[in-house]
């Protein structure tokens, strides 16, 4: 329960608690950043489409969890979502940009799922919703900047590094699938 990103509600529901949601969990920190290094890998155009695919589906997602549609297994959408994106990089796998997109996108469900159905009663929701697309945006925004340094001597290894700590014990060895 204590690795799940909402085991607690956060008090308060305006700009602030909305901009802290999406760095409260590990997991949420881990898959926002494994979405701008991907993109980093895979280059241009993925650098951008994948961290503005993201937002707007994860959007979508918030609105679902504020209607109260039910999504299944949420929590580990969420989870598992850190878990292949961070596989993605540390195996440096480059499917086709729209299986990319696909990708980030229906994790993104997820991520904004949890958002919106946590939203604490009597809250803005439009304040904490941009808030949690813009503390995403700058996770994202941290993944690329991490991401930009394989262009140095040893970045490639330092980027795949950071793909690999989604997956503990990984980042020195990776899985078979990555040889």
């Not at 760095?23 to 920190?29: A, C, K, N, R, T």
């Not at 999504?71 to 850190?82: C, F, L, M, N």
């Amino acid at each position: 329960m204590a690795a799940w990103a909402h085991a607690d509600a956060h008090s308060g529901g305006g700009f602030v608690a909305g901009f802290l949601h999406p760095i409260s969990g590990l997991d949420h920190v881990v898959a926002m950043v494994a979405v701008g290094l991907w993109g980093a890998v895979l280059g241009p155009p993925a650098l951008w489409v994948l961290p503005v695919a993201f937002p707007i589906v994860m959007a979508f997602g918030g609105l679902l969890g504020l209607l109260g549609v039910p999504i299944p297994g949420v929590e580990i959408g969420i989870a598992v979502s850190g878990l292949v994106m961070g596989l993605m990089v540390l195996c440096e796998l480059r499917p086709p940009l729209w299986l990319a997109a696909l990708i980030v996108s229906a994790f993104a469900v997820f991520h904004g799922h949890a958002h919106g159905a946590e939203l604490p009663a009597g809250s803005n929701a439009l304040l904490y919703s941009l808030a949690f697309v813009i503390a995403t945006g700058l996770l994202h925004l941290l993944g690329i900047l991490l991401g930009e340094t394989r262009r140095w001597p040893g970045g490639r290894r330092f980027v795949q590094g950071a793909g690999g700590m989604a997956w503990p014990g990984c980042s020195s060895s990776p899985p078979n699938c990555c040889w």
